[in-house]
Each structure stands twice: as structure tokens, then as C-alpha cells.
T-cell receptor, first 114, second 117 residues
Framework: AQSVSQHNHHVILSEAASLELGCNYS??????LFWYVQYPGQHLQLLLK??????LVKGIKGFEAEFIKSKFSFNLRKPSVQWSDTAEYFC????????????FGGGTRVLVKP | EPEVTQTPSHQVTQMGQEVILRCVPI?????FYWYRQILGQKVEFLVS????????KSEIFDDQFSVERPDGSNFTLKIRSTKLEDSAMYFC???????????????FGPGTRLTVL
């Protein structure tokens, strides 16, 4: 069965700082990878996804993520954060073997100080 | 933009009572899901539903749980006899099917916070 781990539980940054959130998964076969964001009081929203092709994917709100197959990683990045990026970020995977259910990481709470 | 909606936003119940959590998926979506997140823990898959039947369920989804699509728009999760450990945020999600792309995005609702006393 697949699993997902996110390295940081909490991250505190100042505005304009760069953000990188780690995500590693364990699964030996083909995976589809997702980053979801949950702003305070709101529902989970998709930031970006990777199915195949270019391992560097760009999402909404200036976020990008890089799939490194050899490292089983799918880290999320943003070069310059804003106060409005304060949220919880979830990495998730699904696999053909596991059907279409999503397996989530534990989430990373990001606080951007103005 | 179409959204998944869930009601109620917060449900408080006594242990042993039945609860029904309701979801209205996006109208042209055909796959439906329930996930839950116990406070401080990961979001966990409970069940997926397609073509009026369960397509997959987790070990969490025992006989106390059931899902139904009673009227073609609502998608409900019933917990027959709630336990303290059922306290969690319950998320509904739906997905449009696309030929050749079975892993497209799941759209999530805002969640129902269930508190079992």
C-alpha cells in the first residue's frame, strides 16, 4: 500500500520569503501526485497535480512542484510567499493499483507573517 | 464555479445515536467519496461510490457506516451508532469521469465537523 509523508508539521515565514514543503511517498509503481491547500475555514482545493510528462508542474497562485522519481519526492515550492498563503498544505497520491482513492500526507501548516 | 456542498457544517450528537451527513456533489460528476480527518491526524479515505454502489472501502468503513445516493443529487454518509472515536471532520468529494484519465481531480466539500459526546 502507498503512504505519504510530509516533513514539516508547521512552517512560519515572513512575507516575500521562499517556501519549500517536502513530500515523500512510498510506492514502487506509477503514481499520480497532488498538492491540496486548505485556507482557514475553507475546503480543500487543488493547487497542482502530476500525472505524467514534465516533472516540473506549475499550479495556481504561483506554486510549483517537482516530481523526482528517484527520490520518491514531490516537493512544493513558491519563490515569494504572501500573507494570503497562510493555510494548511496536503500532499496526496493515488495509484492504479489502489483505485482512485487519495492517500494524504499529514499536512503542513504554513503561517506567513505580514 | 460549481462546488461540492455539505450539510450540516457542524453536528453534535450523543454516543450511540445515528447521524446522517449530507453532500451534494457537482452535478455532472459520477464518482463520489467520503474522507475523514480526526483532529491532529491525516485525512483518511473511507469509501468511494460509483454507479449506485460502493466501489472501494477502507477498513475504517465497517458495518456501522453506510452510504446512499437517495435521489440523484444527494450523497449521504450514515453512521448507525456513533462512538466517541467517530468525532472528526468528514469530507465529501466528487470527480468527473473522463475517458482515458481516471485520475483527474477530486473536488472537495467544506466538511462536516462531527462531535460525539
Amino acid at each position: 500500500a502507498q503512504s505519504v509523508s510530509q516533513h514539516n508539521h508547521h512552517v512560519i515565514l515572513s512575507e516575500a520569503a521562499s517556501l519549500e514543503l517536502g513530500c515523500n511517498y512510498s510506492y514502487g509503481g506509477t503514481v499520480n501526485l497532488f498538492w491540496y491547500v486548505q485556507y482557514p475555514g475553507q475546503h480543500l482545493q487543488l493547487l497542482l497535480k502530476y500525472f505524467s510528462g514534465d516533472p516540473l508542474v506549475k499550479g495556481i497562485k504561483g506554486f510549483e512542484a517537482e516530481f523526482i522519481k528517484s527520490k520518491f519526492s514531490f516537493n512544493l515550492r513558491k519563490p515569494s510567499v504572501q500573507w494570503s498563503d497562510t493555510a494548511e498544505y496536503f500532499c496526496a497520491v493515488n495509484t492504479k493499483a489502489a483505485g482512485n482513492k487519495l492517500t494524504f500526507g499529514g499536512g503542513t501548516r504554513v503561517l506567513v507573517k505580514p | 464555479e460549481p462546488e461540492v456542498t455539505q450539510t450540516p457544517s457542524h453536528q453534535v450528537t450523543q454516543m450511540g445515536q445515528e447521524v446522517i451527513l449530507r453532500c451534494v456533489p457537482i452535478s455532472n460528476h459520477l464518482y463520489f467519496y467520503w474522507y475523514r480527518q480526526i483532529l491532529g491526524q491525516k485525512v483518511e479515505f473511507l469509501v468511494s461510490f460509483y454507479n449506485n454502489e460502493i466501489s472501494e472501502k477502507s477498513e475504517i468503513f465497517d458495518d456501522q457506516f453506510s452510504v446512499e445516493r437517495p435521489d440523484g443529487s444527494n450523497f449521504t454518509l450514515k453512521i448507525r451508532s456513533t462512538k466517541l472515536e467517530d468525532s472528526a471532520m468528514y469530507f465529501c468529494a466528487s470527480r468527473e469521469t473522463q475517458t482515458g484519465n481516471p485520475y483527474n481531480e477530486q473536488f472537495f466539500g467544506p466538511g462536516t465537523r462531527l462531535t460525539v459526546l
